[in-house]
């Protein structure tokens, strides 16, 4: 499901996403290669217009691994080793994003973030459908919270 109607369906983890995307506007994205080992891969992260996007340089080894095999994770970027702010998980598909009109909305939202922009066509744009989610906050009070469509939200606290 696009972002939008993962943030309808999960208000909890999509609320989570949305500050942490918006604050950070990067992600880690995980990929499979052409060899099937894994691929790690920092990615810009901008949404509108009810998407979440990933750009890509064009051609790129990561874009290419999208284009052949649509599966991939996007994890939120974790900055310290005690993990305070937790790690979001997304779960999903790429699709390739060759709408004309949505390529423009994206490119005025980067626009708008960072004052630059691609130009068309040098760069691959991909929308992530989301079909499940995690979030884990680490430390005391530790916080597990599970999402899929077929059994939505479960959340579980543990004090260490």
């Known amino acids: 499901m696009r972002w939008e109607e993962f943030v309808s369906a999960c208000p909890e983890l999509g609320s989570l996403g949305q500050e942490r995307f918006t604050r950070d506007q990067l992600v880690f994205m995980g990929t499979l290669r052409k060899d099937g080992w894994p691929r790690i891969s920092p990615c810009e992260v901008d949404?509108?217009?009810?998407?979440?996007?990933?750009?890509?340089?064009?051609?790129?080894?990561?874009?290419?691994?999208?284009?052949?095999?649509?599966?991939?994770?996007?994890?939120?970027?974790?900055?310290?080793?005690?993990?305070?702010?937790?790690d979001l998980k997304l779960y999903g598909h790429a699709v390739d994003i060759r709408d004309a009109s949505l390529r423009q909305t994206f490119r005025e939202a980067m626009k708008a973030r960072i004052d630059w922009a691609p130009d068309e066509p040098s760069y691959h744009l991909f929308s992530i459908d989301i079909d499940r989610a995690a979030f884990v906050k680490f430390g005391n009070g530790q916080q597990i919270m599970v999402w899929d469509p077929a059994r939505g939200l479960r959340t579980r606290r543990k004090q260490l």
Do not use: E, P, Y
């Open 47 to 86: 949404l509108a217009a009810g998407h979440l996007f990933l750009s890509m340089m064009w051609r790129s080894v990561k874009a290419l691994d999208l284009l052949r095999d649509s599966r991939v994770v996007v994890h939120s970027v974790t900055c310290d080793r005690d993990g305070r702010d937790g």
